[in-house]
């Protein structure tokens, strides 16, 4: 494999920086090569934000073209249709957590929330998978990063990456109480 | 990685992940600067976010935050004369701050040498514009670095900091957003501990350092004189990459991040041309320019935003009679935006069409942007609510910089002109000129407040202007990352003397101030209403802690947030919550209904005085469901 390009999305305040740090990590202690940037902007708590992550001996600027990233990965579910429109290749995967932050388009009734059927009917014209994560029962809307991580786990998404790397990255960004309660959602999701 | 601040001192070096922002401090580290200093402004806080990670016992450097980019340049200015390798760092429009210290500094003998960090943002992701200071360093004779990537911020920054201390003159360290904050794994060198000399070196015979009058000449000669020098020496430093492709038709001179975009733009190009990359942006390499010319037919300038390369460039082939066709901008595109991949392919297809294709216009989103907005219990929401019920249609509302600005995006539409850090009151007071009809009141953060709005403050007091300043005060630097500031009580390294804002301006002789809580609305809009009557300059202080960082510290103590607020039955459809006051934890339900997303509320209740049917009410602590129940 030449290159494999991730494009993360999600609303300011969702832990993507947390999320991409760790799919980093996991990256590297596969042994491959990685770079990636998180573009943030003027976002706080709110606005679009979105991470690079690109991996290969052949890639070289941090961010990733227009309609071509293998995987894109959003916590939110209008961001994930974005990632999809803007980012996705043909034929790629799509992941992401079901959580609704709607935009203010949608608060000021112009536009209508986008359901997950557009998603899928979306991703059916571009060729590509989709893979809807959510949790019903977890305890803590911060750790929705982590079910993602364990649904990469478990359908081995990232070519390369195993549980291990995965549970090693995570050591190496947390750890005490947050450490064990976000172990123990992965296990649970990676299953 | 478990710590940084280890990572950081660690004596072995080795390989770590890091952002080109972290990659600077180890830089700064191994090189021995003993004093930095910054005013926080993306993309380089997090510069700062690594020195603060560095266990204070154990770090060799001081670092501040200075009131503004023009005392931490004089700050870093003032430790270099006296012996001491600094470095100052700050983004791209912090250089116009600093910009009156910044460009005597190359007039001055810096003994102890000085390290200018600057962060660029082309496509102005986090700035007002995304001005090119590659001009600076011309403007003021002073050499320019320009990394890629992390590892060569960090070994660029080492390098620098050797030239700076050799030669005596400020080096600038230019890098862009995305350099700043790249990551990709970075192999540190060994530390080699320095030992620290305290003896302050300073001597009036390392100077002159009074450029008056003929001085002022003498030095600037000197100042040439070095960079003459600094001319050769370039045509020796490793800084240059050349790649050969063995085509001599075709050359392309870059330089920086646009580097990388094409080399993954060329990636799929099968007859690449050859590639000329500087480090050195100025002086340019000149030897090594016209080697690369005269061995091509056509040469491309690959450069982001200004053309300041393709100038110097073209003068030099015009100078040795080269008759190399070089290509630099074509149209207005090229000098907007930064030089992504997708960018740099584009400008490529109109370059040299027959080696990229671009395939036409794919069809992109079709969902709206997402703009910044501000968090759910942002005091200035509140603020911008109540203040807009005081305002008049025709009324000017004068914008300034921090997360206030966002007050000017809908539905709120307050603040609608904007310059720089701390215009506010400049703009105001000359809005309020031949102006009696309609009214002008001018906006103002805490931080910016120190920055660079106080003399404006003191010109309306002085000149005796008319208008209405408010004062939104959060209690920190929210926008950049909650760095404390002079009001604060805390600095950078320790506990401090407070200065509050009402004492700076009764010092100053504002006799006309009022203050209130940004959550008390209806006292809030009666107070503006009062004020925009009277004459003369009047100051109101809306003042609620930033609520991001009230809450992040709360549940750092391990304390809950408040319970979230829920939307009662007595709830008839007037949407005032998400329609005007438009906290984004009130969302629009299936059927029209409003409900309010857990996830987002704080807790915080300053929406519950926004309805007007008195539906809003706090979630009872036994029950499970909240905010998600239905009406």
């Keep these: 494999m030449s290159k494999f390009d991730v494009y993360l999305s999600g609303v300011g305040g969702q832990g993507i920086g947390l999320l991409s740090e760790t799919l980093a990590r996991a990256v590297d202690y596969s042994g491959q090569r990685v770079i990636g940037a998180d573009t943030h902007g003027l976002a706080q708590r709110g606005g679009m934000v979105s991470s690079h992550l690109r991996i290969g001996d052949t890639v070289h600027s941090v961010l990733i073209m227009k309609h071509s990233a293998d995987l894109v990965i959003s916590l939110e579910r209008h961001e994930a249709l974005r990632g999809l429109e803007n980012y996705l290749k043909n034929g790629g995967t799509l992941v992401y957590y079901d959580a609704v932050w709607q935009p203010l388009d949608v608060r000021l009734r112009r536009s209508k929330e986008i359901e997950n059927e557009d998603v899928l009917k979306e991703a059916s014209k571009r060729g590509a998978r989709v893979f809807r994560v959510f949790k019903e029962d977890l305890i803590d809307s911060r750790m929705q990063n982590v079910v993602i991580i364990g649904e990469l786990a478990k359908e081995s998404l990232i070519p390369g990456v195993s549980r291990e790397h995965y549970v090693k990255a995570l050591r190496d960004l947390l750890s005490g109480r947050t450490l064990e309660r976000n172990l123990e959602v992965f296990q649970i999701t990676a299953g | 990685m478990k710590n940084m601040g280890e990572m950081l001192l660690s004596k072995e070096g080795g390989s770590e992940i890091v952002i080109g922002n972290t990659a600077i401090v180890r830089a700064m580290l191994e090189s021995g600067v003993r004093v930095a200093t910054s005013y926080p402004g993306s993309p380089t806080p997090e510069i700062a976010s690594a020195i603060a990670s560095i266990p204070a016992d154990r770090n060799p450097m001081y670092f501040e935050f200075s009131v503004n980019e023009k005392v931490a340049t004089e700050v870093a200015f003032g430790?270099?004369?006296?012996?001491?390798?600094?470095?100052?760092?700050?983004?791209?429009?912090g250089l116009n701050v600093a910009a009156d210290t910044f460009v005597q500094l190359s007039l001055m003998e810096l003994i102890g040498g000085m390290v200018i960090v600057l962060g660029d943002d082309p496509g102005a992701n986090s700035s007002q514009n995304e001005q090119d200071n590659r001009h600076y360093a011309r403007l003021s004779y002073t050499p320019l670095l320009e990394p890629a990537t992390p590892g060569e911020a960090y070994r660029m920054f080492k390098e620098a900091a050797k030239l700076s201390k050799e030669m005596r003159m400020p080096v600038i360290l230019r890098l862009s957003t995305h350099v700043c904050h790249a990551k990709e794994k970075v192999h540190f060198d060994p530390m080699y501990s320095i030992r620290p000399d305290n003896t302050p070196m300073f001597d009036v015979k390392n100077g002159p350092y009074i450029p008056i009058t003929t001085e002022a000449l003498n030095m600037k000669r000197r100042t040439l004189e070095k960079y003459e020098k600094l001319r050769e020496m370039v045509e020796k430093f490793s800084f240059d990459t050349l790649i050969d492709n063995?085509?001599?038709?075709?050359?392309?001179?870059?330089?920086?991040?646009?580097?990388?975009?094409?080399?993954?733009?060329?990636?799929?190009?099968?007859?690449?041309?050859?590639?000329?990359?500087?480090?050195?942006?100025?002086?340019?390499?000149?030897?090594?320019?016209?080697?690369?010319?005269?061995?091509?037919?056509?040469?491309?300038?690959?450069?982001?935003?200004?053309?300041?390369?393709?100038?110097?460039?073209?003068?030099?082939?015009?100078?040795?009679?080269?008759?190399?066709?070089?290509?630099?901008?074509?149209?207005?595109?090229?000098?907007?935006?930064?030089?992504?991949?997708?960018?740099?392919?584009?400008?490529?297809?109109?370059?040299?069409?027959?080696?990229?294709?671009?395939?036409?216009?794919?069809?992109?989103?079709?969902?709206?942007?997402?703009?910044?907005?501000?968090?759910?219990?942002?005091?200035?929401?509140?603020?911008?609510?109540?203040?807009?019920?005081?305002?008049?249609?025709?009324?000017?509302?004068?914008?300034?910089?921090?997360?206030?600005?966002?007050?000017?995006?809908?539905?709120?539409?307050?603040?609608?002109?904007?310059?720089?850090?701390?215009?506010?009151?400049?703009?105001?007071?000359?809005?309020?000129?031949?102006?009696?009809?309609?009214?002008?009141?001018?906006?103002?953060?805490?931080?910016?407040?120190?920055?660079?709005?106080?003399?404006?403050?003191?010109?309306?007091?002085?000149?005796?202007?008319?208008?209405?300043?408010i004062i939104m005060e959060n209690g920190t630097t929210a926008m950049t990352g909650h760095q404390d500031h002079p009001a604060v009580g805390r600095n950078f390294n320790d506990i401090t003397l407070k200065i509050p804002l009402r004492k700076v301006l009764e010092g100053f002789g504002v006799e006309n101030i009022r203050e209130v809580d940004a959550y008390n609305q209806a006292k809030l809009r009666k107070y503006v209403e009062e004020a925009l009557e009277e004459e003369g300059f009047k100051v109101i202080i809306a003042k609620h802690p930033c609520m991001l960082k009230f809450t992040r510290e709360l549940r750092r103590s391990g304390k809950r947030l408040p319970n979230p607020v829920r939307v009662s039955k007595r709830c008839n459809l007037r949407f005032v919550c998400v329609s005007e006051f438009a906290c984004p934890s009130y969302q629009i339900a299936e059927g029209g209904r409003v409900w309010v997303q857990e996830d987002l509320c704080i807790g915080d209740q300053s929406c519950v005085q926004t309805c007007p049917s008195n539906a809003i009410e706090r979630v009872p602590s036994d029950s499970g469901n909240g905010g998600k129940s239905d009406v």
């Design chain 2, 246 to 469: 063995s085509n001599p038709e075709r050359g392309v001179v870059t330089m920086g991040a646009p580097y990388l975009s094409l080399m993954d733009v060329l990636e799929e190009v099968s007859h690449k041309p050859d590639i000329l990359k500087l480090g050195i942006i100025n002086p340019l390499p000149e030897k090594i320019l016209i080697d690369f010319l005269s061995s091509h037919r056509e040469v491309w300038i690959l450069e982001e935003l200004d053309d300041v390369i393709e100038r110097e460039v073209k003068a030099l082939a015009y100078d040795t009679g080269l008759s190399t066709k070089i290509i630099g901008k074509i149209d207005i595109d090229d000098w907007i935006g930064e030089y992504a991949p997708d960018k740099v392919k584009r400008v490529l297809s109109k370059t040299w069409p027959d080696m990229v294709h671009i395939e036409e216009s794919v069809e992109t989103g079709t969902l709206k942007p997402r703009p910044a907005q501000m968090c759910p219990g942002c005091g200035h929401r509140s603020a911008f609510f109540a203040i807009k019920q005081a305002l008049k249609v025709t009324d000017i509302t004068v914008a300034d910089i921090g997360c206030h600005t966002l007050g000017y995006l809908e539905p709120y539409n307050v603040g609608q002109v904007l310059l720089c850090m701390g215009h506010s009151c400049g703009t105001a007071a000359g809005l309020s000129m031949f102006n009696d009809s309609r009214r002008v009141v001018a906006f103002l953060g805490d931080s910016t407040f120190f920055h660079a709005g106080m003399p404006a403050i003191v010109n309306a007091i002085f000149n005796k202007h008319n208008f209405t300043l």
């Design chain 2, 79 to 93: 430790a270099s004369v006296n012996g001491h390798l600094s470095c100052v760092f700050f983004k791209s429009v």
